[in-house]
């Protein structure tokens, strides 16, 4: 089993910045790639970033150049720094993670993002 828990999340204005963190534990050995996803209200939970085993990033096209998501070597934790941000990003943020030897997810619980003046 893996845990993953968000945090970094809260309220900031447009144009500001966050730093959103991901605490993996428990068996993080079986974690290939991971990401971060929203869910804004009324629409479907999307990849914002992902971050592969050797280090390959791909962001959604209306994050890129503002967004930058890394991890570290040990995969216990992974990080999204917003910056530029827009009332459009406002969202439940979630830290996902692949099982390398299935095809379970593991996800957090979720951070609330919220850009607003």
């Known amino acids: 089993q893996v845990q993953l828990v968000e945090s970094g999340g809260g309220l900031v204005q447009p144009g500001g910045s966050l730093r959103l963190s991901c605490a993996a534990s428990?068996?993080?050995?079986?974690?290939?790639?991971m990401g971060w996803y929203r869910q804004a209200p009324g629409k479907q939970r999307e990849l914002v970033a992902a971050?592969?085993?050797?280090?390959?990033?791909n962001y959604a096209d209306s994050v890129k150049g503002r967004f930058t998501i890394s991890r570290d070597n040990t995969k216990k934790a992974m990080y999204l720094q917003m910056n530029s941000l827009k009332p459009e990003d406002t969202a439940v943020y979630y830290c996902?993670?692949?099982?390398?030897?299935?095809?379970?997810?593991?996800w957090g619980q979720g951070t609330q993002v919220t850009v607003s003046s």
């Open positions: 428990g068996s993080i050995f079986r974690i290939n790639a």
């Open positions: 996902n993670a692949g099982d390398r030897f299935g095809n379970r997810q593991y």
């Open positions: 971050v592969t085993d050797s280090g390959s990033t």
